[in-house]
């Protein structure tokens, strides 16, 4: 565990609660995300969040209205990092990616490329999903999706990292007399050709900033747990239960060891969580269960308790969490946009400074750095 906690904010432009949107306000309307884009990012990078993290949904239909009403149209999450790259300086931009209904060269070839545009701030989550609308969006077989997800997503991150090293980082040497502008030698086909992804390689893209842009999960079966431990360096996992955790984030560094990574990147174990804040505790009580009143009936939705209060009782929470060893850090939920995500910046965040449990401005420059990981060094530096 590193001395501060991670913090991620995660962004939905209509709000993470299902009536969200409806609350007084709120952002609304799908049209404006590109507006509540840059404000989002603005108050989080003020808040020093270390990254703004988008999730991705394949899919849409009139059902998710009441229950997920934030996936019905929205930007895409590599969309959304491309533009916000050149409107911030220091956050990290946290997309995501299926890796079931993706290709692998256009991935490497994408990140590579935002990576360079947000100077190395760019961190790419994987989603191993299977389902029958989006398997029918993209002309495949759900069932044979599902079978081989995982052994898919391995085989694709492999992949992806001998594509983000095509070129060694001083393959361009520039050389404007000689008429010389890269070296030979320095750029490597990536013969990949596994059981579900194959490229021949090299990517026409230079190797990312980071050397390998930043890679998380959001899963929780125990080839989750493997995939992270062997190739990840965030695991992004629910859990109401701090012993839980524990134990899970304990199982990932010991799998992690066992597998040959190095201690000192061991991945970490970030937990999703949604606060309900404002300026006392009973205002924050009001809110939530107006939050509540709001929902559709028959929609199932809930606040967890634990999290509803006044900046000190909520950042008490979380630092009671980090200090135990249960978790790394949070990616924080804001029910409506973008009084809770500004309330959470303006009410926890310096709570969580003043306890020492978060640093109080940023310390590096790349998503890797925030993260407290190191530069790796391309696979044909060790050839
Ligand atoms: C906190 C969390 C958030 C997730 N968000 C998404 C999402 O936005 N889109 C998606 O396709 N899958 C999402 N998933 C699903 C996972 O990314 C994962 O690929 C899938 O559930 C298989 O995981 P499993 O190994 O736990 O079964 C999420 C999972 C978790 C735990």
Do not use: C
Not at 198 to 227: D, F
Not at 311 to 334: H, K, N, T, Y
């Amino acid at each position: 565990m590193g001395e501060h906690m991670i913090l991620g904010a995660a962004f939905r432009a209509l709000g993470a609660f299902p009536s969200g949107w409806r609350m007084p306000g709120a952002e609304r309307l799908p049209r404006r995300e590109p507006q509540v884009l840059v404000k989002a990012a603005k108050i989080a990078e003020r808040a020093g969040f270390d990254y703004l993290y988008f999730g991705d949904w394949l899919s849409t239909g009139p059902e998710l209205e009441t229950t997920a009403p934030h996936l019905l149209a929205r930007v895409d999450p590599l969309s959304a990092v491309a533009f916000l790259a050149a409107s911030t300086r220091r956050i990290g931009l946290l997309t995501s990616i299926n890796t079931t209904y993706s290709e692998v060269y256009s991935i490497a070839r994408q990140t590579a490329s935002i990576d360079l545009l947000s100077g190395g701030r760019l961190g790419l989550n994987l989603h191993v999903g299977a389902n029958a609308p989006a398997a029918a969006n993209y002309g495949k077989d759900v069932e044979w999706d599902r079978l081989n997800a995982y052994d898919r997503a391995f085989e694709f991150v492999d992949a992806l990292r001998r594509l983000w090293d095509s070129w060694d980082d001083d393959a361009f040497i520039a050389d404007a007399s000689a008429g010389q502008l890269a070296e030979p030698g320095r750029v490597h086909p990536a013969d990949y050709y596994g059981r579900f992804v194959q490229t021949a390689g090299p990517l026409n893209a230079l190797r990312p900033v980071q050397g390998a842009v930043p890679i998380t999960h959001t899963g929780t079966s125990p080839r989750a747990h493997e995939l992270v431990a062997t190739r990840g360096n965030v695991a992004i996992a629910d859990f109401e239960d701090a012993a839980q955790a524990f134990d899970y984030r304990a199982g990932l560094r010991a799998a992690a060891l066992a597998a040959g990574r190095d201690p000192l990147d061991a991945p970490a174990l970030v937990i999703p969580v949604l606060p309900v804040v404002a300026e006392t505790p009973e205002k924050a009580e009001a809110l939530a269960s107006e939050l509540l009143a709001l929902v559709a009936p028959g929609t199932r939705a809930r606040v967890p308790s634990l999290l509803v209060g006044d900046g000190p009782a909520v950042a008490a929470r979380l630092e009671a969490w980090f200090r135990s060893g249960a978790v790394d850090g949070f990616q924080i939920l804001s029910a409506w946009m973008p009084a809770q995500l500004e309330a959470f910046a303006e009410l926890v965040v310096p709570e969580l400074v003043a306890r020492g449990v978060f640093r109080s401005a940023y310390a590096g420059r790349t998503l890797r750095e925030h993260l407290g990981l190191r530069h790796p060094i391309s696979a044909y530096a060790l050839d």
